[in-house]
């Protein structure tokens, strides 16, 4: 159960990945792929949104480019 932190609407294109900073804000970098040499992978910011994380959550970019939170599931057995 995921719930909606911060609606930014970014559009994703291939060959990107998506991710939440430390900042908050939406970044990408480019994917590595099998063949290819491993050079300095750096980020760029695509939306600020500037959200607080609060520990134990997961937080992620969902199909509609927002910013969406689920608690991570710890200790189970």
């Not at 939440?20 to 949104?49: F, I, P, T």
């Amino acid at each position: 159960m995921a719930e909606k932190v911060a609606k930014t609407g970014v559009k994703k294109e291939r060959g990107y990945l998506y991710f939440v900073d430390k900042n908050g804000d939406v970044s990408r970098a480019k994917m590595s792929r099998g063949g290819r040499k491993k050079g300095k992978q750096s980020a760029e910011k695509v939306a600020r949104a500037g959200v607080k994380k609060k520990p134990g959550h997961l937080y992620f970019i969902d199909k509609q480019g927002d910013i969406s939170c689920a608690k991570m599931a710890r200790g189970r057995r």
